[in-house]
C-alpha cells in the first residue's frame, strides 16, 4: 500500500510537490514544514506525531 502524496499542506494550503520536504501523521494528514513547527510537530486532527515524509524521486 502506497503513501497519498497530498499536494498541498492541510493548514496553510501551499503547494507541495512530491520530492519537496513535507511531514505527515500515520493517517496521512499533511503539512508543511513551516506549520509543523507551529504545531510542534503534532497533527492538530488526530493528535499524532508528524514525521518527515518520505520523498518520492520524479524521473
Sequence with gaps: MAL???EI???CE???KADA???ICSYECT???EC???MAATC???GGELLT???RVTA
Design 44 to 46: 492538530p486532527n488526530c
Design 31 to 33: 503539512f508543511c514544514p
Design 21 to 23: 520536504p513535507a511531514f
Design 14 to 16: 501551499v503547494s507541495l
Design 53 to 55: 515524509r518520505p520523498r
Design 4 to 6: 497519498e502524496m497530498r
Design 9 to 11: 499542506c492541510e493548514r
Design 36 to 38: 509543523t513547527a507551529a
